[in-house]
């Protein structure tokens, strides 16, 4: 008895901890779960998207993190600023992007096509939803 209680006890402790500790992870990524969403929220064409970023991902792998995508958005609009922009204006920071990227050589070739890197991350991103 004294033995099914302890571990009864334990048990509920783990499962409390198991509940707890992720919570502040949680929040802590909330802002970015929504930075992501203003992001995907660009692609219309969402279909041709995912095609584009399945094929961005083949060709660049160990880009295949939502997390790593993200960060390299930032460069054109940090997360923070991401969630609290209207669509608008990110779509405006991402044509800004994207003509730095041609303007520097910073593309990709997909089955012919040249995209900026920035349009082949949201891709990819979008291919990762």
């Known amino acids: 008895m004294r033995t099914t209680r302890r571990l009864l006890l334990g048990t509920a402790r783990w499962l409390a901890l198991g509940l707890v500790l ?14 992501m969403a203003a992001w995907r929220s660009l692609v219309r064409a969402r279909e041709s998207a995912r095609a584009i970023g ?43 992007g994207v003509r730095r990227d041609f303007a520097s050589g910073r593309t990709v070739s997909l089955r012919g096509w040249q995209l900026s890197r920035s349009e082949a991350r949201l891709c990819a991103l979008v291919a990762l939803e």
């Open 22 to 35: 992720p919570a502040p992870l949680l929040v802590a990524l909330e802002p970015r779960t929504r930075a």
């Open 54 to 96: 399945r094929e961005y991902l083949v060709q660049e792998p160990h880009e295949a993190d939502r997390e790593r995508l993200l960060e390299s958005l930032s460069a054109i609009c940090p997360a923070e600023q991401a969630v609290s922009l209207d669509a608008s204006e990110l779509a405006r920071r991402m044509a800004r």
